[in-house]
């Protein structure tokens, strides 16, 4: 695997948290990176005065390059905060980490966009892969921005669409690219007054209902990061019709988005005990506000965790703790397919369910999870299937 990142006299060493999963094919930098670099260190480049601001870094290295500047830099990804961390240790530079476990110095980092610096000098931009959120952090950006902000992002050629052009350009202002080069391309764009004090406010997150398994009708907020926001997934849809927990039970909702699984549980079993698990902040929101929008009398049996898989509720001891895993494992992190998070999932699975636990995993047939299953856990039991997707179940021993 590539880990130097050598550029402009420098060398780095940047890897994808965590590092002992990182594809030999893949690294943590890209050419969108190197444009933004050449960019701003360019002898006809003023840079600007004030904050610098760095969104959607997916692994840390535009933190990492610019942490001189003391940027303050947004990520989604608890597992984009992790490589951060990483990453700037890795190179020497001294790092603080705030009581939410976000590094808070030299680099300011956060996944709230409440939090957003007033009049930043600098706003660097990767385009995000979900354009709601591009679409969400403009919205919130347009009160924070003045005409004399500088806004440059990057992204791969073929992720500058004229969609995300005309988001910068409904939210902040007047907006053009730079030539392709390396496969990718800059964006400018110049805030203008006018245009964001007429650019009206931000439609996330989005709202729908959906029935649980009991028949009750759930409300379900979903913010803009949110995987499936407009209705329940195929494969979430297939498991809320086959799931079964118990007033006794302690259920983790592992990658839960909305909550919709774990939602279910507390419509099945208004004793359970909750976890709800995933990487990105706005699904731990969402699940949140939709379990105080549904069930508001059992918060106080709900734990929201932002985590990689279970390592966080692992590293705190808590092993051979839970009754029920539910699973709808991704397939992907950001751009790359990948079947590492999902194996991981399974791993940590086995380890924080007790003896007789089971973890139940929803997943499209051809992946052929239940090889990886039955490997790890010694078995593995069809609950049901459909054309395209099974729901595996697999006991601890």
């Given at each position: 695997?590539?880990?130097?990142?050598?550029?402009?006299?420098?060398?780095?060493?940047?890897?994808?948290?965590?590092?002992?999963?990182?594809?030999?094919?893949?690294?943590?930098?890209?050419?969108?990176?190197?444009?933004?670099?050449?960019?701003?260190?360019?002898?006809?480049?003023?840079?600007?005065?004030?904050?610098?601001?760095?969104?959607?870094?997916?692994?840390?290295?535009?933190?990492?390059?610019?942490?001189?500047?003391?940027?303050?830099?947004?990520?989604?990804?608890?597992?984009?905060?992790?490589?951060l961390?990483?990453?700037?240790?890795?190179?020497?530079?001294?790092?603080?980490?705030?009581?939410?476990?976000?590094?808070?110095?030299?680099?300011?980092?956060?996944?709230?966009?409440?939090?957003?610096?007033?009049?930043?000098?600098?706003?660097?931009?990767?385009?995000?892969?979900?354009?709601?959120?591009?679409?969400?952090?403009?919205?919130?950006?347009?009160?924070?921005?003045t005409?004399?902000?500088?806004?440059?992002?990057?992204?791969?050629?073929?992720?500058?669409?004229?969609?995300?052009?005309?988001?910068?350009?409904?939210?902040?202002?007047?907006?053009?690219?730079?030539?392709?080069?390396?496969?990718?391309?800059?964006?400018?764009?110049?805030p203008?007054?006018?245009?964001?004090?007429?650019?009206?406010?931000?439609?996330?997150?989005?709202?729908?209902?959906?029935?649980?398994?009991?028949?009750?009708?759930l409300?379900?907020?979903?913010?803009?990061?949110?995987?499936?926001?407009?209705?329940?997934?195929?494969?979430?849809?297939?498991?809320?019709?086959?799931?079964?927990?118990?007033?006794?039970?302690?259920?983790?909702?592992?990658?839960c988005?909305?909550?919709?699984?774990?939602?279910?549980?507390?419509?099945?079993?208004?004793?359970?005990?909750?976890?709800?698990?995933?990487?990105?902040?706005?699904a731990?929101?969402?699940?949140?506000?939709?379990?105080?929008?549904?069930?508001?009398?059992?918060?106080?049996?709900?734990?929201?965790?932002?985590?990689?898989?279970?390592?966080?509720?692992?590293?705190?001891?808590?092993?051979?703790?839970?009754?029920?895993?539910?699973?709808n494992?991704?397939?992907?992190?950001?751009?790359?397919?990948?079947?590492?998070?999902?194996?991981?999932?399974?791993?940590?699975?086995?380890?924080?369910?007790?003896?007789g636990?089971?973890?139940?995993?929803?997943?499209?047939?051809?992946?052929?999870?239940?090889?990886?299953?039955?490997?790890?856990?010694?078995?593995?039991?069809?609950?049901?299937?459909?054309?395209?997707?099974?729901?595996?179940?697999?006991?601890?021993?």
């Amino acid at each position: 695997m590539n880990t130097c990142f050598s550029y402009q006299d420098r060398q780095l060493t940047l890897i994808r948290y965590p590092a002992k999963h990182q594809h030999k094919s893949l690294q943590a930098w890209d050419s969108a990176d190197e444009l933004i670099i050449d960019h701003l260190s360019s002898p006809n480049h003023v840079l600007s005065e004030g904050q610098c601001s760095i969104f959607n870094d997916d692994f840390g290295a535009l933190g990492t390059w610019f942490a001189d500047r003391q940027p303050y830099w947004y990520s989604d990804s608890w597992i984009a905060h992790c490589s951060l961390a990483a990453n700037l240790e890795a190179n020497n530079i001294a790092v603080s980490i705030g009581p939410l476990g976000q590094v808070c110095a030299p680099v300011t980092a956060s996944g709230d966009l409440t939090s957003l610096p007033e009049a930043p000098g600098l706003v660097i931009f990767k385009i995000p892969r979900t354009l709601a959120l591009l679409e969400e952090q403009l919205a919130q950006l347009r009160h924070r921005v003045t005409p004399s902000t500088q806004v440059v992002a990057a992204a791969k050629t073929k992720a500058v669409t004229r969609t995300v052009l005309a988001l910068f350009e409904k939210y902040l202002g007047p907006t053009t690219t730079s030539l392709a080069q390396k496969k990718s391309r800059l964006i400018f764009c110049t805030p203008a007054q006018t245009v964001m004090d007429n650019a009206g406010s931000s439609p996330y997150p989005t709202v729908w209902r959906q029935r649980a398994s009991t028949g009750i009708d759930l409300q379900i907020a979903n913010h803009a990061n949110v995987f499936s926001r407009g209705s329940v997934d195929i494969g979430a849809r297939l498991l809320l019709e086959h799931m079964h927990v118990t007033n006794q039970e302690q259920v983790i909702d592992l990658g839960c988005g909305n909550g919709v699984l774990g939602l279910n549980a507390l419509a099945m079993a208004p004793h359970s005990q909750v976890t709800f698990v995933d990487e990105s902040f706005m699904a731990l929101q969402s699940a949140r506000e939709n379990v105080l929008d549904n069930f508001p009398d059992a918060l106080n049996q709900c734990r929201f965790i932002a985590s990689n898989c279970l390592e966080s509720l692992l590293a705190q001891g808590q092993q051979a703790s839970q009754d029920k895993v539910l699973c709808n494992p991704p397939f992907h992190q950001q751009n790359a397919v990948t079947d590492h998070i999902a194996w991981q999932m399974f791993h940590d699975s086995r380890d924080i369910l007790r003896r007789g636990g089971h973890l139940i995993v929803v997943a499209n047939r051809h992946l052929g999870y239940h090889v990886q299953l039955k490997r790890l856990f010694g078995g593995v039991k069809v609950l049901a299937s459909n054309r395209k997707f099974v729901i595996l179940s697999a006991a601890k021993r």
